[in-house]
């Protein structure tokens, strides 16, 4: 795909302007007509097609014109001695290619998209005067032609393209075989993707071949009489899914690493539009020299100036935290825990349905509330690049769902201690509330899909009341546009929708690590659902949304450490549950001693 000579040339980025008239096309220094010329001068293939009240620019490159952007942008790629040089693009023959033979990954010929069209600047001298719709705009000198006209509301939205031909053999390969189990294409979701949408498919490839283990045996616990040994079984899968768990993180790093290396990825490369510099952004840098500069050449005010701005950082970082923290126990924990206890307390099944339905409405709410305090705030910390102030949004978004999500079953767990309320809420969470999630993430984005195709359709019947025969969509980027964005449900510049997917394996194994000793039977449910996410996540991928912009975090991030600390969550609670059973003492006994020997496995492992 727009790699090499001699390949057919894929449109991959869509501009969105409004539908001009023919007065307005044939102007010389109308907007439209001046932003393709400029995107043709440098390079790009341009092809302009008419929507329904639309027109679209579709954008493709040249392999040789996304050579020397990336010239231009100094971007490091490997080489085949195993070291990273600058891109030369009269030397390209010496830089490794990608799995699927190209020589620029989707991530890297993103950036050099990005650089191109934006870098559109008016190069003469004096202002140019564009003309839209009677209207003249004034292009200033060095100004970006493309930022000039999306602050003006003329180009409506730039967003990447789907590879047809791609995306139906993925629809056949992936997304519609159910007949792989776990295996998936990883090379090439890599290639199409990006790197951090292969990373999370791999995870939950590999953690839903390893749930399997636990699933069978808490199939067997649940289901098999061990008659005078009973008091034996629970603490043996209790020691069994923690050095499973133990196993499985271990395993998944070293499977990250190689992951990596098969792909040729370089961590330090960053999608953001600053260019980072040793690991920071260069927004970033500029501020640290900036203070450097204020203070002289005397290296010790410098020193001194840049330990004041790192430990403002900190303390920034550590106020933002503590304004959370404080806002989930004094908001959130109270509301929790007046809900579990209604539910507690209520005898009439229509009252609780009732009270559910009214604390979904409320908490969604309230976490959308909290979502945006925790964007605004990571807002004011100094962090060294996008990935450092998405994972800070990851972990303080978080708390919020984990009182959410964990609080009523602690409630029931720990207070009440009654096995069939919890067995019973138990079920409730990994069925019935993962079904509706499954379906409402898929579900919504494909109705607000056919609505704007029913509204854009309405409008233009409208409009030519006089005319005869259906309006119907003729070109398939029109549907692309028309498609929701794979983005976050709270904050659309830090995260994708990479968030929500995440957020629901992490959500759902902290439910299965802390409790499923009181219902074995969760591992299954877990395993179930997970093999159907694969195939769901993947045609909501391919289907439902747009291509996702590329991101080039090569790990979990913030996510590995929640899962570590929801699997260690696991040893405070099992004693606790274990007053449920007969012989609990005995049990709670075992269980504290098989604690402290794998805490002191799972430390030495992690030391070697």
């Not at 056919?450 to 019947?461: G, M, Q, T």
């Not at 391919?542 to 991101?551: D, G, N, S, T």
Request: proline share 3%; glycine share 6%.
């Amino acid at each position: 795909m727009n790699g090499d000579e001699g390949e057919k040339i894929v449109f991959e980025i869509g501009v969105v302007v409004p539908k001009m008239n023919q007065k307005e096309e044939n102007e010389i220094f109308g907007c439209v007509e001046v932003l393709v010329n400029e995107f043709m001068k440098v390079g790009l293939k341009v092809e302009r097609v008419q929507g329904i009240s639309d027109e679209f620019i579709k954008l493709a490159a040249p392999v040789e014109t996304l050579g020397r952007a990336a010239a231009e942008l100094q971007m490091k790629k490997p080489t085949s001695i195993g070291m990273d040089l600058q891109f030369e693009w009269e030397n390209a023959d010496a830089f490794l290619r990608q799995p699927d033979g190209s020589l620029f990954s989707w991530c890297e010929r993103f950036q050099c998209y990005h650089h191109l069209i934006y870098g559109t600047i008016n190069k003469s001298k004096a202002d140019i005067t564009l003309t839209f719709d009677g209207k003249e705009i004034q292009w200033k000198e060095k100004e970006s032609l493309l930022h000039r006209l999306e602050s003006e509301g003329i180009v409506k939205q730039v967003f990447p393209l789907h590879d047809e031909m791609k995306r139906n053999k993925f629809l056949k390969s992936w997304a519609l075989n159910f007949k792989d189990y776990t295996n998936q294409p990883i090379d090439e979701i890599y290639s199409y993707f990006g790197v951090k949408i292969a990373v999370y498919f791999t995870f939950l490839g590999m953690y839903t071949r390893w749930i399997t283990f636990p699933a069978v045996l808490g199939l067997i616990v649940q289901l098999t009489d061990f008659g005078s040994l009973q008091f034996l079984v629970q603490p043996i899968f209790f020691a069994s899914i923690v050095l499973w768990a133990v196993l499985f993180f271990q395993f998944w790093k070293r499977k990250n690493a190689a992951l990596l290396a098969r792909l040729q990825i370089n961590n330090s490369v960053s999608t953001s539009q600053e260019y980072r510099v040793l690991g920071m952004e260069w927004s970033s840098l500029q501020s640290s020299m900036g203070l450097a500069k204020n203070v002289g050449a005397d290296k010790t005010k410098v020193k001194a100036a840049l330990q004041r701005y790192e430990w403002l950082g900190y303390l920034m970082r550590f106020r933002n935290d503590a304004i959370i923290i404080l806002s989930i126990i004094c908001l959130q924990l109270p509301f929790e825990l007046f809900y579990a206890h209604l539910y507690e307390v209520i005898k009439s099944d229509i009252v609780r349905l009732g009270l559910t339905a009214v604390y979904i409405f409320v908490i969604q709410y309230f976490t959308k509330i909290g979502g945006k305090i925790s964007a605004r705030l990571i807002k004011y910390e100094i962090n060294e690049n996008t990935e450092y102030r998405a994972d800070s949004l990851v972990y303080k978004v978080f708390g919020l769902y984990f009182m959410q999500t964990y609080i009523g079953v602690f409630y029931h767990a720990l207070l009440h201690r009654n096995i069939k309320t919890l067995r019973k809420l138990l079920i409730q969470r990994m069925i019935i509330s993962q079904v509706f999630e499954n379906l409402m993430e898929n579900s919504l984005p494909f109705l607000k899909y056919s609505y704007k195709k029913y509204r854009a359709v309405r409008n233009k019947e409208k409009c030519g009341k006089g005319s005869t025969g259906k309006v119907q969509f003729a070109s398939r980027v029109e549907k692309e546009y028309l498609k929701p964005s794979y983005s976050a449900s709270i904050c659309e510049e830090l995260e994708d929708g990479l968030f929500d997917d995440f957020l629901e394996l992490a959500l759902q194994f902290g439910m299965i690590m802390m409790f499923a000793c009181a219902f074995p039977l969760a591992f299954v449910f877990a395993a179930i659902n997970n093999l159907t996410e694969i195939r769901t996540d993947a045609l909501k991928l391919l289907v439902v949304f747009k291509r996702p912009v590329p991101r080039a975090a090569a790990t979990m991030g913030a996510w590995l450490n929640i899962f570590q600390v929801l699997w260690s969550s696991n040893f405070p609670v099992y004693p606790s549950i274990m007053h449920f059973t007969d012989n609990w003492q005995i049990q709670s006994v075992i269980t504290n001693v098989l604690s402290k020997t794998l805490f002191y496995i799972y430390f030495i492992s992690l030391s070697q």
